[in-house]
T-cell receptor, first 112, second 118 residues
Framework: GQNIDQPTEMTATEGAIVQINCTYQTSGFNGLFWYQQHAGEAPTFLSYNVLDGLEEKGRFSSFLSRSKGYSYLLLKELQMKDSASYLCAVGAMDTGRRALTFGSGTRLQVQP | GAVVSQHPSRVICKSGTSVKIECRSLDFQATTMFWYRQFPKQSLMLMATSNEGSKATYEQGVEKDKFLINHASLTLSTLTVTSAHPEDSSFYIC??????????????FGPGTRLTVT
């Protein structure tokens, strides 16, 4: 099976940088996804890492270390609209169905 | 591209009745669709995997006779909550993998359906 851990809540200031960590344990790893979810809405795709290293996309970057079972999502120049839950999800072959397993999510509150 | 729709967006039903939720991929063909349930302040929990033309695969603890899934075409999957009870009240979200996805795990999510059972 899979086990995914991420902090429950984080608070940061508008304009600052925040890093949301995710650790996972899985067999047959096939990529790690980050999704953003605003309250009452469906998740929206942010990033995908399958190889080690940093993927940058505008204000958002995601890092992966497969040997450490570790990823982080970095949000720069925080805006109030970035207040949302951030979900770490792992694709693993042992699911047999190419399904994703989601972490519990990190609720980020951006303050003025 | 890669748009997934769900209908209805909100539904209120009485205990004991059944509710059908539709999930459609609008601009791509989806061989596989997933159904998730999300309770307040919790993450998405996979309920079942739906493959076009075959029976759905249910996750452990999910009653297949209560949550009926039909994936009749490459663009439509339905979830029917039978004999709904108040504890079934939740946010139900579907997602779809593109036929062209190959080995990709990327999923496109629908907007979700808020079910309230009174």
């Amino acid at each position: 099976g899979q086990n995914i851990d991420q902090p429950t809540e984080m608070t940061a200031t508008e304009g600052a940088i925040v890093q949301i960590n995710c650790t996972y344990q899985t067999s047959g790893f096939n990529g790690l996804f980050w999704y953003q979810q605003h309250a009452g809405e469906a998740p929206t795709f942010l990033s995908y890492n399958v190889l080690d290293g940093l993927e940058e996309k505008g204000r958002f970057s995601s890092f992966l270390s497969r040997s450490k079972g570790y990823s982080y999502l970095l949000l720069k120049e925080l805006q109030m609209k970035d207040s949302a839950s951030y979900l770490c999800a792992v694709g693993a072959m042992d699911t047999g169905r190419r399904a994703l397993t989601f972490g519990s999510g990190t609720r980020l509150q951006v303050q003025p | 591209g890669a748009v997934v729709s769900q209908h209805p967006s909100r539904v209120i039903c009485k205990s004991g009745t059944s509710v059908k939720i539709e999930c459609r991929s609008l601009d791509f063909q989806a061989t596989t669709m997933f159904w998730y349930r999300q309770f307040p302040k919790q993450s998405l929990m996979l309920m079942a995997t739906s493959n076009e033309g075959s029976k759905a695969t249910y996750e452990q603890g999910v009653e297949k006779d209560k949550f009926l899934i039909n994936h009749a075409s490459l663009t439509l999957s339905t979830l029917t909550v039978t004999s709904a009870h108040p504890e079934d009240s939740s946010f139900y979200i579907c997602s779809a993998r593109d036929w062209k996805g190959g080995a990709s795990y990327e999923q496109y999510f629908g907007p979700g359906t808020r079910l309230t059972v009174t």
